[in-house]
């Protein structure tokens, strides 16, 4: 007998295995009709249920804008998933790996909001002139699936691999540089283990916004004034086990450090 699967399941499931440090199988070996628009059900959901338990809504995560991870991942599309105050990690704190499972970190390039931004319809030059100031960041993801294996839908479901971020120390107003050339270089213990510029996202991290601001507003919900936009891995993301001295060194947006804990 098999058991049926929805939304508020697998809402719970996936919060489960956070709350436990457990990863499982993705969703989809069980529930193979799960669909892209179920599966933001299921992010809302476990939004909802963030926010029952007292955290708050900030911003929003771009994932898979890259070629990098889409291959790595290997799945093509980007997404989007919810950033809440929990996820929001102080410069200088450790990897919280007393909270996550198997965390990996990747640079990206982090918007600040000034105006609201509601799609459809946002070009990318509309979605810039929206943005207060541009920093440096560095996402630590993790997966709630075994060895992040997982779909689009399983990716989305799961609310983008979403664990913790961090940004850097400068804070640009985002017309003063060009952002497809601003270059990051990913130290692990002191060597550099890759490299990227903003381009390598969506063409231009403002496109990456406007793409998101666009995929909101199909759902009927918008960029928010004040909230944090994380426009997705510029490089393959990196392990970060306890002990390891992780950099981001960006070319005008300093350096941002990630110690393993
Ligand atoms: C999915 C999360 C993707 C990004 O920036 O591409 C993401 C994953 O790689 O586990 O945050
Ligand atoms: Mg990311």
Redo the contacts with the bound molecule.
Sequence with gaps: MSTTWDVERAAGVLLGCEDARSDRPPLTDEWPELDLATAYRIQDETLRRRRDRGERLIGV??????RA?QK??G?DSP?T?WLTDAMALPAGEPVPQHKLIHP?V?P?IVFVMKDRLAGPGVTAAQALAAVGTVCGGA?V?D?RYRD?R?TLPD?VADN???GAYVTGPVGLDPRTLDLALEAVLVEVDGQIVDSATGAAVQGHPAEALALAANDLGRRGLAIEPGWVV?T??MTD?VFAPPGAEIACHFTHLGSVFLNGG
């Design positions: 995560k771009l994932g898979l804008t890259s991870k790595r991942m799945v997404l998933a990996r990747e990206e996402e993801i997966s992040f997982f990716v983008a691999s979403s994380l997705g891995g993301a």
